[in-house]
C-alpha cells in the first residue's frame, strides 16, 4: 500500500509540471485574444489530481485505523491504546501527514473551485493562468511528499507497536484545531492564484467581488481555528492557566491573521472607492505567503517551540518558495496602472480604516521580526537569545489597544469626511470616558489594560447603538454582519483585558477533607480517585467550591501519566463564569493522596470564548451570492 499512496503522489506531481508548463508554453506564444487549447486539458487534470491524492490520503487514513506499523508514519504517532478518534486525528500530528492534509485540502478546494458558478463565468485566458498558479503550488508541496516529508516511509520488518501520540496531542482540539487552520490556509490559495491570473490578464479588480466567499471563509476559519480555538486549547490543556504566551507557532498562526485581516480592510475600500488596487494584490498574495511562513516556522525546526512538529529538508524548500512568491507578486503588482488615492480625508471612515491597515500590519512586521530573533541575532552572536512575552506585551498590546479605540468611533465616521452623526459620536466618547473613570475608581491602575478595558465596553456600546439608529444597515444582512463581528471583537478585547493582568493565583498543599480559602472562595478537598487502563493512568481530585457558604461547583483536576511517556501531563478543571472563572490544575500528589494543587481565579475570560463565537458565527451573515459586475459597471 505504500508503494501505491506514493505512486500517488507521484503521478499528481507529474501532472502538474507537465499541465503547467504546458499552460505557461502556451500562454506565452499566443495573443490575449486567442483560445487556449490546453485549458481544457488543465480542468481535466485538477479532476484527476483530486481523485489521486484522495486516494494516497485514504490509505494514510487506513493504515492509521488498522494500526499498520509497517508504516513509518503510524509507527511515530499512535500506539495500540490510543482512541480511534485520536488516532484519525494523527493525520495531521506529523510533518508529512499535515503536510499531505493541507495538499489534500487545497487540491479539493481547486476541484469545488472549478465546479462553482464564478468560475464558469471567468475569461479563458484568467482561467488559464490561475490553474498555472494553482498547479505551482500543488507542485511544491506534492515535491516535499515525494522527497524529504514522505508520509509513506516503510519500516521492514514493521513494529509490533507503536511509539504513541504526544499526550499534548490527546485532546478535543487536536480534532478540531489543526484541520480549520489548514483550511484556513489553504483557503487563501484559491483567491491569491485568482488575483494573480487576474492581474496578468488585466482585470485589476474583478477578482475581489469573486472571490469575496473564499476570502472570508479562510479568514473565519484562521480565525476561530487557528487562533481562538488554538488559545482555548492551550487553555485548557497546558495547566499554566494562560491561553496565548506568544510562543514562536502561536506566533505564526496570528501573522497570517493579521496580514489577511488588513487585506478584508483595504479589500472593503478598494471596493467602496475603486482602489487600492495595488495593495489589495499584494496583501492576499501575502496572506497565503505567510501562510507558508507560519508552516516554515512549526515544520522546519528553525526555531525551538513547545508546539514545533519539525522534521528535516523542508526549511530551505519552503524559503525558496516564499522567496520566489514575494518577487513575483511584487513584479505583478508593479505591471499594473497605479492606484488613485485611497483617502480624501483623514478623518473619515475609510481613514480611521487606513490607519488600522498600518496598525495591523505593523503588529505582522513586530511578531514576525520578534520571532524570527533567535535566527536574526545568529548574524552578530554566537548565543542568539528569543524575545519573551513582555517584549510583545509591551511593544504589541498599545497597538491592538488603539486599534480597539478606534473601533468605537470608526462607524461614526463618513466615507468621505467628518462625522455622521455628531450626538452619537459624543455619546461613544462620554460612555469610554466614564468607563476609564469608573474602572479607575473601581481600582484598576494599570493604564493599558484601563484603556482596553474601556475601548471593548464603549466599542460594543457603539456598535450595538449603530445598529440600532443606522436604518440601511439593519437592512442588509451583511451590514449586521460586519457590525456583529466588530462587537464580538470588542467582547474578546474586554475579556483579555482583564483576564491576563488580574488573574489571581496560588499553589495550596491540601490533604484529604482539608478546607483552604482563597480570595472569596472557599476549596474543600473530598475524594481523590484512581483510574487504570491499559494506556493510561489517571489520578483525579474532587473539590469542592464554595462562596459564601453556597456551593457553586466542583473542580475535578486531573494527573494523567500515559503508557510509553515517562512525564506526567495535567487534564485543568473549570468552573466557568461570565464573571471570575475558577481554574484548577494538579501540578503533584504523594501516596498518602496529599495534592499541591494550583487554583487560578481569573476575570472575564468566558467573554473571549463567547466573543470568539459570535466573531465566526457573524461571517455567515458576509457570505453572500457573488455577482459578476461588467467592466462598465466596476468604472462607474
Given at each position: 500500500?505504500?508503494?501505491?499512496?506514493?505512486?500517488?503522489?507521484?503521478?499528481?506531481?507529474?501532472?502538474?509540471?507537465?499541465?503547467?508548463?504546458?499552460?505557461?508554453?502556451?500562454?506565452?506564444?499566443?495573443?490575449?485574444?486567442?483560445?487556449?487549447?490546453?485549458?481544457?486539458?488543465?480542468?481535466?487534470?485538477q479532476v484527476a489530481i483530486f481523485i489521486i491524492v484522495t486516494l494516497g490520503s485514504l490509505i494514510l487514513l487506513q493504515a492509521l485505523w488498522?494500526?499498520?506499523?509497517?508504516?513509518?508514519?503510524?509507527?511515530?504517532?499512535?500506539?495500540?491504546?490510543?482512541?480511534?478518534?485520536?488516532?484519525?486525528?494523527?493525520?495531521?500530528?506529523?510533518?508529512?501527514?499535515?503536510?499531505?492534509?493541507?495538499?489534500?485540502?487545497?487540491?479539493?478546494?481547486?476541484?469545488?473551485?472549478?465546479?462553482?458558478?464564478?468560475?464558469?463565468?471567468?475569461?479563458?485566458?484568467?482561467?488559464?493562468?490561475?490553474?498555472?498558479?494553482?498547479?505551482?503550488?500543488?507542485?511544491?508541496?506534492?515535491?516535499?511528499?515525494?522527497?524529504?516529508?514522505?508520509?509513506?516511509?516503510?519500516?521492514?520488518?514493521?513494529?509490533?507497536?507503536?511509539?504513541?501520540?504526544?499526550?499534548?496531542?490527546?485532546?478535543?482540539?487536536?480534532?478540531?484545531?489543526?484541520?480549520?487552520?489548514?483550511?484556513?490556509?489553504?483557503?487563501?490559495?484559491?483567491?491569491?492564484?485568482?488575483?494573480?491570473?487576474?492581474?496578468?490578464?488585466?482585470?485589476?479588480?474583478?477578482?475581489?467581488?469573486?472571490?469575496?466567499?473564499?476570502?472570508?471563509?479562510?479568514?473565519?476559519?484562521?480565525?476561530?481555528?487557528?487562533?481562538?480555538?488554538?488559545?482555548?486549547?492551550?487553555?485548557?490543556?497546558?495547566?499554566?492557566?494562560?491561553?496565548?504566551?506568544?510562543?514562536?507557532?502561536?506566533?505564526?498562526?496570528?501573522?497570517?491573521?493579521?496580514?489577511?485581516?488588513?487585506?478584508?480592510?483595504?479589500?472593503?475600500?478598494?471596493?467602496?472607492?475603486?482602489?487600492?488596487?495595488?495593495?489589495?494584490?499584494?496583501?492576499?498574495?501575502?496572506?497565503?505567503?505567510?501562510?507558508?511562513?507560519?508552516?516554515?516556522?512549526?515544520?522546519?525546526?528553525?526555531?525551538?517551540?513547545?508546539?514545533?512538529?519539525?522534521?528535516?529538508?523542508?526549511?530551505?524548500?519552503?524559503?525558496?518558495?516564499?522567496?520566489?512568491?514575494?518577487?513575483?507578486?511584487?513584479?505583478?503588482?508593479?505591471?499594473?496602472?497605479?492606484?488613485?488615492?485611497?483617502?480624501?480625508?483623514?478623518?473619515?471612515?475609510?481613514?480611521?480604516?487606513?490607519?488600522?491597515?498600518?496598525?495591523?500590519?505593523?503588529?505582522?512586521?513586530?511578531?514576525?521580526?520578534?520571532?524570527?530573533?533567535?535566527?536574526?541575532?545568529?548574524?552578530?552572536?554566537?548565543?542568539?537569545?528569543?524575545?519573551?512575552?513582555?517584549?510583545?506585551?509591551?511593544?504589541?498590546?498599545?497597538?491592538?489597544?488603539?486599534?480597539?479605540?478606534?473601533?468605537?468611533?470608526?462607524?461614526?465616521?463618513?466615507?468621505?469626511?467628518?462625522?455622521?452623526?455628531?450626538?452619537?459620536?459624543?455619546?461613544?466618547?462620554?460612555?469610554?470616558?466614564?468607563?476609564?473613570?469608573?474602572?479607575?475608581?473601581?481600582?484598576?491602575?494599570?493604564?493599558?489594560?484601563?484603556?482596553?478595558?474601556?475601548?471593548?465596553?464603549?466599542?460594543?456600546?457603539?456598535?450595538?447603538?449603530?445598529?440600532?439608529?443606522?436604518?440601511?444597515?439593519?437592512?442588509?444582512?451583511?451590514?449586521?454582519?460586519?457590525?456583529?463581528?466588530?462587537?464580538?471583537?470588542?467582547?474578546?478585547?474586554?475579556?483579555?483585558?482583564?483576564?491576563?493582568?488580574?488573574?489571581?493565583?496560588?499553589?495550596?498543599?491540601?490533604?484529604?477533607?482539608?478546607?483552604?480559602?482563597?480570595?472569596?472562595?472557599?476549596?474543600?478537598?473530598?475524594?481523590?480517585?484512581?483510574?487504570?487502563?491499559?494506556?493510561?493512568?489517571?489520578?483525579?481530585?474532587?473539590?469542592?467550591?464554595?462562596?459564601?457558604?453556597?456551593?457553586?461547583?466542583?473542580?475535578?483536576?486531573?494527573?494523567?501519566?500515559?503508557?510509553?511517556?515517562?512525564?506526567?501531563?495535567?487534564?485543568?478543571?473549570?468552573?466557568?463564569?461570565?464573571?471570575?472563572?475558577?481554574?484548577?490544575?494538579?501540578?503533584?500528589?504523594?501516596?498518602?493522596?496529599?495534592?499541591?494543587?494550583k487554583i487560578n481565579i481569573t476575570p472575564l475570560v468566558k467573554w473571549i470564548w463567547i466573543g470568539s463565537f459570535i466573531v465566526c458565527l457573524?461571517?455567515?451573515?458576509?457570505?453572500?451570492?457573488?455577482?459578476?459586475?461588467?467592466?462598465?459597471?466596476?468604472?462607474?
Open positions: 500500500m505504500q508503494y501505491i499512496g506514493f505512486f500517488s503522489l507521484l503521478v499528481s506531481l507529474l501532472i502538474c509540471v507537465v499541465m503547467g508548463a504546458a499552460f505557461f508554453w502556451e500562454a506565452l506564444r499566443s495573443g490575449r485574444d486567442e483560445q487556449l487549447k490546453s485549458l481544457a486539458w488543465m480542468e481535466k487534470s488498522m494500526k499498520d506499523y509497517s508504516f513509518s508514519y503510524v509507527y511515530r504517532y499512535t500506539d495500540d491504546f490510543l482512541p480511534q478518534a485520536y488516532r484519525l486525528s494523527a493525520f495531521w500530528a506529523g510533518q508529512s501527514g499535515s503536510m499531505l492534509f493541507w495538499l489534500w485540502v487545497m487540491v479539493l478546494m481547486g476541484f469545488i473551485w472549478l465546479f462553482s458558478p464564478v468560475y464558469k463565468n471567468l475569461p479563458s485566458r484568467t482561467k488559464g493562468f490561475f490553474w498555472g498558479f494553482l498547479f505551482m503550488i500543488q507542485a511544491f508541496f506534492l515535491l516535499m511528499l515525494t522527497g524529504p516529508s514522505n508520509p509513506f516511509l516503510i519500516m521492514d520488518p514493521a513494529p509490533a507497536a507503536g511509539s504513541g501520540l504526544n499526550p499534548l496531542l490527546q485532546n478535543v482540539g487536536m480534532i478540531f484545531h489543526p484541520p480549520m487552520t489548514f483550511l484556513g490556509y489553504a483557503g487563501f490559495t484559491i483567491p491569491a492564484c485568482l488575483a494573480l491570473a487576474g492581474w496578468v490578464t488585466g482585470d485589476q479588480r474583478s477578482w475581489l467581488f469573486q472571490s469575496r466567499n473564499w476570502v472570508l471563509f479562510a479568514w473565519v476559519m484562521l480565525t476561530g481555528g487557528g487562533i481562538l480555538l488554538g488559545g482555548w486549547w492551550a487553555y485548557m490543556e497546558l495547566g499554566w492557566g494562560g491561553y496565548w504566551a506568544w510562543d514562536p507557532v502561536e506566533n505564526a498562526s496570528l501573522i497570517p491573521w493579521l496580514v489577511s485581516t488588513a487585506f478584508l480592510h483595504t479589500a472593503m475600500i478598494g471596493k467602496q472607492r475603486n482602489t487600492l488596487h495595488r495593495s489589495n494584490l499584494v496583501l492576499i498574495c501575502l496572506s497565503l505567503i505567510t501562510c507558508f511562513f507560519a508552516t516554515f516556522l512549526v515544520r522546519s525546526n528553525v526555531i525551538d517551540s513547545l508546539h514545533t512538529f519539525g522534521g528535516t529538508g523542508v526549511g530551505p524548500p519552503l524559503v525558496a518558495l516564499m522567496g520566489a512568491s514575494l518577487v513575483f507578486t511584487f513584479f505583478v503588482a508593479l505591471t499594473g496602472q497605479g492606484d488613485r488615492s485611497a483617502v480624501d480625508n483623514f478623518w473619515s471612515k475609510q481613514g480611521m480604516m487606513i490607519v488600522t491597515v498600518w496598525l495591523l500590519l505593523a503588529l505582522a512586521f513586530i511578531v514576525s521580526t520578534g520571532t524570527m530573533w533567535p535566527v536574526i541575532s545568529r548574524i552578530w552572536t554566537e548565543s542568539p537569545m528569543g524575545l519573551g512575552p513582555d517584549f510583545y506585551n509591551r511593544v504589541c498590546l498599545p497597538l491592538f489597544t488603539l486599534i480597539a479605540v478606534i473601533l468605537c468611533l470608526c462607524p461614526w465616521y463618513n466615507w468621505r469626511k467628518g462625522i455622521s452623526d455628531k450626538n452619537s459620536f459624543i455619546i461613544v466618547c462620554l460612555v469610554l470616558v466614564f468607563t476609564i473613570v469608573g474602572l479607575w475608581i473601581g481600582g484598576i491602575r494599570l493604564l493599558l489594560p484601563l484603556f482596553a478595558a474601556a475601548a471593548g465596553v464603549a466599542g460594543m456600546f457603539s456598535l450595538v447603538m449603530y445598529i440600532v439608529l443606522t436604518p440601511h444597515v439593519r437592512r442588509k444582512k451583511a451590514g449586521w454582519g460586519v457590525y456583529i463581528l466588530h462587537a464580538g471583537i470588542a467582547m474578546i478585547v474586554l475579556g483579555v483585558a482583564f483576564s491576563g493582568p488580574f488573574q489571581d493565583s496560588r499553589e495550596m498543599v491540601m490533604a484529604k477533607g482539608e478546607k483552604v480559602i482563597f480570595n472569596e472562595y472557599e476549596f474543600h478537598y473530598v475524594e481523590f480517585e484512581e483510574i487504570l487502563t491499559p494506556g493510561v493512568a489517571i489520578y483525579e481530585a474532587r473539590i469542592n467550591a464554595y462562596k459564601d457558604g453556597r456551593r457553586i461547583g466542583q473542580l475535578t483536576p486531573q494527573r494523567k501519566l500515559f503508557r510509553g511517556f515517562d512525564s506526567p501531563y495535567a487534564e485543568v478543571s473549570v468552573i466557568p463564569s461570565l464573571g471570575n472563572e475558577i481554574y484548577s490544575t494538579i501540578l503533584a500528589f504523594d501516596q498518602e493522596k496529599n495534592i499541591t494543587v457573524s461571517v455567515i451573515l458576509l457570505v453572500g451570492r457573488v455577482r459578476i459586475k461588467k467592466a462598465d459597471e466596476m468604472e462607474s
